[in-house]
C-alpha cells in the first residue's frame, strides 16, 4: 500500500449527532426494493441486546459514542481501481454505474446461480451494526454499517462439503474505473475467507452505511466486512462469490506476498515490515491509540487456536 510518512488527513469537526444516524434508513428501504421487509435490529434493540450480554452485542452499540463522521467515512477511502489517493474514489467514482448490478455464485455450491441485486438481496433482514475499521495503514475509524450475516447467505446457497473457502472478486470495468490503468494490483481485486471465518457472526455482507445505501466510494452496491481483520480482507463492488476447496488468491497477497497474508487479523504483536502495527491513528483524533488484538473482537480467537498467527500473518 501506498504510506505517507506524515499524517494526511485534517481534522475535522462533525455536524454528525449520532441520533441523526439512521434518520434516513426509510429512504434506504425504498430505494433498494426493500419495500415490505420488516425493519431489522433497531438501535435502540441493539442497545437493549448489549446491556443483556454486558456490553458486548454484536451492534455494537456500545462503540456509537466512537462513530467517526459520516463524512470522513464518505470522503477518505481506498478503493485504488477509483486511484490511489484517499481522497480519489469519491470524485472519480462518482458516476460508476451499480444498476442493473449481478452477483454470480458459482463454485462448490449446491445451488450456483446469478442473481440480480433485488434478488440476491430480498431474503435478507438487514441489520445495522457498528464496528471498528482497523485499515493496514494503521489509521482507523468506527462505521455503522448496514447489511446482513454472510452466514445466512451461505445456508441459503448451500456450499457443498468439499469448499473449505470463498474467494471476492470485484467488478472489473476500465471504462469506468480510471485507477484499474495502472498495474498497481492484478485486477480485479479478490479477497477470500476460509468458509468458518464466512460464517462467523460478526461477518457481514453490506449493503449500507450511516442509514443509506452505499456510496460508490465505500464499495457500492454491495461489499463484505470482516470486523477483526485490516480493511484490505473487505471486498468492494462483489459481482462474484466462489466457494474453492483451495485457499484462494487474494489481491495484496499476489502483490506483495512477504507484507499481506491470507489472514490479516489485526494483530498488534506482528508489525508490517515497514512500520509498526501496535498503534493506529483514529481519523479524527490526535493521540494514537494503542491497537487491540483482533481489533477488539476476541471473540474470534477460537478460530485460530494451535496457528501461528506470525507465520499465517
Ligand atoms: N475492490 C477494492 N476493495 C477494497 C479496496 C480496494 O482498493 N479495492 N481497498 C480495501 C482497503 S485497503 C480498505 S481499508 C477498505 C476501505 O473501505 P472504506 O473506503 O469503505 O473505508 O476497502 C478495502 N476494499
Ligand atoms: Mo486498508
Sequence with gaps: MIIRSTPDHPIRSSDITPEGVYHDRRTFIKEAGFAGIGLAATLAGARRASAQQGGTSIGGAELKGE??????????????EFGTGKDDPKPNAKNFRTKPWSVKVEGMVAKPATYNLEDF??????EDRIYRHRCVE?????????????????KR???????????????????????????????????GL????????????????????????????????????????????????????????????VAT????????????????????QARERRIGELRRRETLMFNGYTQVASLYSGMDLRKNF
Aim: glycine share 6%.
Design 157 to 191: 446457497v448451500q456450499p457443498l462439503g468439499s469448499a473449505k473457502y470463498i474467494q471476492f472478486t470485484t467488478a472489473l470495468d476500465p471504462q469506468q474505473m480510471p485507477g484499474v490503468r495502472f498495474p498497481v494490483l492484478d485486477w480485479p481485486y479478490v479477497e
Design 138 to 154: 494503521a489509521w482507523s475509524m468506527v462505521i455503522p454499517w448496514m447489511g446482513f450475516p454472510m452466514a445466512d447467505l451461505i
Design 257 to 276: 506476498p512477504d507484507e499481506y497474508g491470507f489472514y490479516a487479523n489485526v494483530n498488534p504483536t506482528v508489525d508490517h515490515p515497514r512500520w509498526t
Design 121 to 126: 438481496l430480498k431474503p435478507h433482514k438487514l
Design 67 to 80: 462513530l467517526t463522521p459520516e463524512e470522513d467515512v464518505t470522503s477518505y477511502n481506498n478503493f485504488y
Design 194 to 253: 476460509r468458509l468458518d471465518e464466512a460464517m462467523h457472526p460478526l461477518t457481514m455482507m453490506v449493503v449500507g452505511v450511516y442509514g443509506k445505501m452505499l456510496p460508490n466510494q465505500n464499495g457500492a452496491p454491495l461489499r463484505h466486512i470482516v470486523p477483526w481483520k485490516y480493511g484490505f480482507k473487505s471486498c468492494k463492488s462483489i459481482v462474484s462469490i466462489k466457494f474453492t476447496d483451495q485457499m484462494p488468491a487474494t489481491a495484496w497477497s
